[in-house]
């Protein structure tokens, strides 16, 4: 990294740090690029060079949270690149590919609730991110491999991936929207009775 791409990094990551800030204090629809730029002490100008407006601060804040994730889960569940993650699913033991459990749904749900604020503006500006090919990318190097596991059919997998997916994030929506008051044990249950029914 040269020295001009060093100081658009730290700049960019000022303004990271401002708006995950002003998120503690209120609700992304009313924090003005004034109030970031102040927080972040830089000017104006120097926002519109990086950004077109919140939303698209929103987007980069989001990643630079997301490059976080890792950090929440032991040391023996390491988040690896798509390949490895690919090969590993296509020759495991089956009973290593549900992820519907405490271990690795509780650092998901803690990395939500310490990130609630950003998730909920996430929410609101749900348009504005294109989750669609997040969404993708990991079907094709995650789920599919698990679901040619479990012999689903390949015209079918995509209707039970978006019934995994929407269902949890309805879940996670409901918690948001409550401020995560209940705990994430509960939530854990909730999402375990729902996918795998009660015992």
């Known amino acids: 990294m040269n020295k ?15 708006l995950l800030s002003l998120l503690e204090k209120k609700p992304f629809e009313y924090i003005t690029i004034s109030e970031i730029c102040e927080k972040a002490e830089v000017n104006r100008s120097t926002f ?7 939303v698209e601060l929103l987007k980069e804040t989001t990643r630079y949270v997301l490059d976080n994730f890792s950090s929440y ?9 798509m390949n490895k993650i690919t090969t590993k699913y296509e020759n495991c033991d089956l009973r290593e ?18 990130n609630q604020r950003v998730f909920s503006a996430m929410l609101l500006q749900s348009k504005a991110f294109d989750t669609v090919e997040i ?3 990991l079907f094709d190097n995650v789920f599919k491999p698990i679901l040619d596991r479990f012999n689903y059919p390949r015209d079918e997998q995509n209707y039970v991936m978006m019934f995994y997916l929407n269902g949890i994030t309805a879940i996670i929506t409901e918690w948001l929207k409550d401020g995560c008051k209940k705990d994430i044990e509960d939530i854990s249950a909730i999402i375990q009775v729902c996918i795998h029914g009660k015992e």
């Not at 889960?73 to 690149?81: A, G, K, Q, R």
């Not at 992820?99 to 690795?104: L, M, R």
Request: no cysteine; proline share 4%.
């Open 73 to 81: 889960f032991p040391s023996n569940i390491v988040l690896e690149d």
């Open 97 to 114: 590919l549900d992820f519907i459990n405490e271990k690795h749904l509780y650092p998901y749900l803690l990395f939500i609730k310490e």
């Open 4 to 18: 001009s791409e060093s100081k658009y990094f730290n700049t960019a990551v000022k303004f990271d740090k401002a």
């Open 48 to 54: 519109y060079l990086h950004y077109e407006n919140t």
């Open 135 to 137: 969404f993708h990318r």
